[in-house]
């Protein structure tokens, strides 16, 4: 009999235990349209489960919804974009989503929670020497993410959305990475042709010299007269290096490189090669870094 009861009362305590159990929320998870800003989510909070919607490679200039995409964001707990601008093929779909955090409010200098930050449009500059020339509709730079003085306002908005801890930890390295980089590209003054104008942001932090933009809109064709204008410019010889994206067909720099001495840099601005659970968010800016040290430093 005392065997029965010792029997009984280990049943009992087991399954209050596995009810226990699952009563305790699991982790939060998130879902994140592009793979960079997963990359600094899950770098300043560890301990939250993030899926990125888009492949780690996939431009959003040319991303193309699907249904087993819908599905992915229906089942999603939580879902940060980055605006109906940039990414006007999800507008539709997150509509029925009531968890959505969408990261273009930094934009806004009134918005709850932010600083007051320019992210604002500079004053363009004409044909081959426009660098701001790809914006969204509101006037913004929608590459957020390449921004190091944004990332401190997109972190608090996830903080605040989720109900997160502040990531004092991913913070305070963030500070001391910006103090190290402003230092290591301080001075770099050579200009340069990039592919795709992704790096206003960084460009204007570190008070670079971008001296023409190959493709203004990604996903429109580049046209005769701004190639042949970008072309005098490598010609002149005042041109450290081409950047060129993983993203987008090298051929065309191929072609315009041809017969001159500018070397050709590769540059991810997706963080492709930077696994979104294994990787950090800083060793993503290590890169840039280092591949804009490589293109600005004296042959």
């Given at each position: 009999?005392?065997?029965?009861?010792?029997?009984?009362?280990?049943?009992?305590?087991?399954?209050?235990?596995?009810?226990?159990?699952?009563?305790?929320?699991?982790?939060?998870?998130?879902?994140?349209?592009?793979?960079?800003?997963?990359?600094?989510?899950?770098?300043?909070?560890?301990?939250?489960?993030?899926?990125?919607?888009?492949?780690?490679?996939?431009?959003?200039?040319?991303?193309?919804?699907?249904?087993?995409?819908?599905?992915?964001?229906?089942?999603?707990?939580?879902?940060?974009?980055?605006?109906?601008?940039?990414?006007?093929?999800?507008?539709?779909?997150?509509?029925?989503?009531?968890?959505?955090?969408?990261?273009?409010?930094?934009?806004?200098?009134?918005?709850?929670?932010?600083?007051?930050?320019?992210?604002?449009?500079?004053?363009?500059?004409?044909?081959?020497?426009?660098?701001?020339g790809e914006h969204n509709h509101s006037g913004q730079d929608p590459h957020i993410w390449l921004n190091p003085d944004a990332i401190n306002d997109i972190l608090k908005l996830v903080q605040m959305q989720l109900g997160?801890?502040?990531?004092?930890?991913?913070?305070?390295?963030?500070?001391?990475?910006?103090?190290?980089?402003?230092?290591?590209?301080?001075?770099?003054?050579?200009?340069?042709?990039?592919?795709?104008?992704?790096?206003?942001?960084?460009?204007?932090?570190?008070?670079?010299?971008?001296?023409?933009?190959?493709?203004?809109?990604?996903?429109?064709?580049?046209?005769?007269?701004?190639?042949?204008?970008?072309?005098?410019?490598?010609?002149?010889?005042?041109?450290?290096?081409?950047?060129?994206?993983?993203?987008?067909?090298?051929?065309?720099?191929?072609?315009?490189?041809?017969?001159?001495?500018?070397?050709?840099?590769?540059?991810?601005?997706?963080?492709?090669?930077?696994?979104?659970?294994?990787?950090?968010?800083?060793?993503?800016?290590?890169?840039?870094?280092?591949?804009?040290?490589?293109?600005?430093?004296?042959?």
């Amino acid at each position: 009999m005392q065997n029965i009861k010792i029997g009984l009362m280990v049943m009992a305590l087991l399954c209050a235990s596995s009810a226990w159990a699952s009563s305790t929320p699991s982790a939060t998870q998130v879902l994140v349209t592009i793979h960079p800003v997963a990359l600094l989510i899950k770098s300043a909070w560890p301990e939250l489960e993030v899926d990125t919607l888009m492949q780690a490679n996939q431009s959003p200039h040319d991303f193309a919804l699907k249904p087993s995409h819908r599905g992915v964001i229906a089942k999603a707990q939580h879902v940060v974009w980055l605006g109906s601008d940039m990414e006007p093929y999800l507008e539709k779909a997150l509509l029925r989503h009531d968890q959505v955090l969408d990261l273009s409010q930094i934009f806004d200098p009134v918005s709850e929670g932010h600083d007051d930050h320019d992210y604002h449009e500079s004053p363009e500059k004409p044909d081959a020497h426009d660098h701001h020339g790809e914006h969204n509709h509101s006037g913004q730079d929608p590459h957020i993410w390449l921004n190091p003085d944004a990332i401190n306002d997109i972190l608090k908005l996830v903080q605040m959305q989720l109900g997160l801890p502040s990531p004092d930890a991913f913070l305070a390295q963030l500070t001391t990475w910006q103090q190290q980089a402003k230092q290591a590209l301080k001075h770099k003054r050579a200009g340069f042709v990039s592919f795709h104008d992704a790096f206003h942001y960084w460009i204007d932090y570190f008070h670079l010299n971008q001296t023409a933009v190959l493709a203004i809109h990604p996903e429109q064709p580049i046209g005769t007269r701004h190639l042949l204008q970008v072309r005098q410019l490598l010609e002149q010889g005042n041109v450290a290096c081409l950047f060129v994206e993983p993203q987008f067909r090298a051929s065309i720099v191929d072609k315009l490189q041809q017969g001159t001495t500018v070397p050709v840099v590769r540059i991810d601005p997706l963080a492709s090669d930077f696994d979104v659970k294994k990787s950090q968010f800083l060793e993503f800016y290590d890169y840039l870094q280092t591949q804009f040290i490589t293109c600005l430093n004296p042959k």
